[in-house]
């Protein structure tokens, strides 16, 4: 049994005060569990979802998880399931020291607006003999196909023991479940002969698909099956789709579909008006006991864009800085020193590069924001394919003093990849975050543009220039 929870509540700091969300049901005898049982929530791509999941080996009926043995626990987000690989993430199960637990696989899919429940009645005949003693105790598993061409378990009949000629009862689901809405998906079935111990003995399997079920009882819903060598066996149904029912609608994913990968890169202000570092006036004055505008503004968007970025790998710029060894002022410094290789490990890496900046160049300026934009167009226009999403996030003072050239750049970015955003302040991503993405030509890359006034520690923020487009 899988027990998992969806975030930690408001104030609490440890997710063992989680709340449980739900609990799978209970496979017996089976280290290879494929729970069928599916959880509904709401996907938001601009918030942090934090989720667990715990694994018991069940012992007893007790609701009481403590009366039941811990066999491993994961931790993630949804937005690192979402943004997988096919929307599928494996995780390995920690929590016991010194064993290895195992794996967890888990998978999202964003749900189509069908409503429609199916009431399904299949029977077989003279099905392949498997026990020894008896006959078969045959059961059927349902799967419905993937984007990917995998599939995932939807439904499991009941067992109706020792019969080769079994007649499962109706049963219940929403068209959703079963193909999420599309008529002409693969649906695989699978048939297999019950054991105590877990070793279910396969029999055979077919596929079909809810618009040839939905035809009902006739010639066209006799299926055979078959196991690789074995003559067919026929499998007979009976359906009726039922009408539109009482169903959850869940808000529309943005327009980020199911495993884009964004690729995610930061430019900070290191411009002279921002402050001297070693004041507490100064936007980027480091606090010991508390982040500064700069890296409150890039951990509230960074941790929310880093579980779409498959290696965790960010380029992060600086500009507007006299840097090392000739202190000639550059608007386009990669922060951890390397030109050839700007590319920091996670948001933490970001900020260990930002720090170690702001000891070694001396903040100047201009504000240029152009070369910048143009740095990550540059990479954007060599995906075509549409998988691949270039997020800019520039965290600035407010003023910018190449406005025909940050105009043109981002003329240009638009022209390439049909859409870019500007959302000023970085004092308000703490609710804003990343929620102004917005519909893009799926075709070309897509560049979303952050452009944030520092705030803070007492600093009025300055507002972004009007004439921006």
């Not at 498997?130 to 995932?152: A, I, W």
């Not at 079909?208 to 007979?236: C, H």
């Not at 968007?301 to 002022?329: C, N, W």
């Amino acid at each position: 049994m899988c027990s998992w929870a969806p975030r930690t509540p408001p104030r609490l700091t440890s997710i063992s005060l989680a709340l449980q969300f739900g609990r799978t049901e209970v496979i017996d005898n089976t280290l290879n569990p494929d729970f069928v049982r599916k959880f509904i929530l709401d996907y938001f791509f601009e918030e942090k979802q934090s989720l667990r999941f715990d694994l018991y080996d069940v012992d007893s009926k007790s609701p009481d998880l403590s009366k039941h043995d811990f066999l491993g626990q994961a931790f993630c987000t949804l937005g690192e399931i979402v943004g997988s690989a096919g929307s599928r993430l494996e995780k390995p199960l920690i929590g016991i020291p010194g064993k290895k637990c195992g794996t967890i696989i888990l998978s999202a899919e964003e749900l189509g607006n069908c409503r429609d429940v199916a009431t399904m009645q299949f029977c077989a005949n003279k099905l392949d003999k498997k026990d020894f003693f008896g006959k078969s105790d045959p059961f059927m598993v349902f799967y419905r196909s993937n984007e990917d061409g995998t599939f995932t378990i939807c439904h499991k009949t009941e067992v109706v023991k020792n019969t080769l000629n079994p007649v499962w009862q109706a049963f219940s689901i929403p068209v959703r479940a079963l193909c999420n809405g599309d008529y002409d998906r693969t649906i695989k079935v699978e048939v297999y002969d019950w054991d105590r111990d877990g070793s279910h003995d396969f029999i055979g399997e077919f596929t079909t698909s809810y618009r040839e079920l939905a035809r009902g009882q006739s010639q066209f819903n006799v299926y055979e099956v078959s196991a690789d060598g074995a003559p067919p066996e026929p499998i007979k149904r009976t359906s009726q789709a039922l009408g539109s029912q009482a169903a959850t609608v869940l808000g529309h994913v943005p327009s980020t579909s199911l495993a884009t990968q964004i690729n995610f890169t930061v430019a900070i202000d290191f411009t002279a008006s921002n402050g001297n570092p070693s004041q507490s006036t100064s936007l980027h004055y480091m606090n010991p006991y508390q982040l500064n505008a700069y890296a409150m503004a890039l951990k509230a968007v960074g941790e929310i864009i880093q579980d779409y970025d498959s290696d965790k790998m960010f380029p992060a710029l600086g500009f507007g800085a006299k840097i090392p060894p000739d202190g000639h002022v550059s608007h386009e410094f990669p922060l951890n020193g390397n030109a050839d290789n700007p590319y920091c490990s996670g948001i933490e890496g970001i900020l260990e590069a930002y720090h170690k900046s702001l000891k070694t160049v001396q903040l100047y300026g201009p504000t240029n924001f152009a070369p910048v934009v143009n740095h990550v167009a540059r990479y954007a226009t060599t995906e075509q394919d549409g998988s691949q999403y270039f997020v800019l996030l520039i965290i600035t003072d407010g003023v910018i003093s190449d406005m025909a050239q940050t105009k043109e750049a981002i003329v240009n970015v638009t022209v390439t990849a049909h859409q870019a955003n500007v959302c000023p302040s970085a004092t308000r991503w703490d609710r804003q975050k990343v929620a102004s993405i917005k519909q893009a030509d799926v075709t070309r890359p897509f560049l979303l543009l952050c452009l944030a006034s520092g705030g803070g520690n007492g600093v009025q923020d300055q507002p972004l220039s009007p004439e921006v487009p």
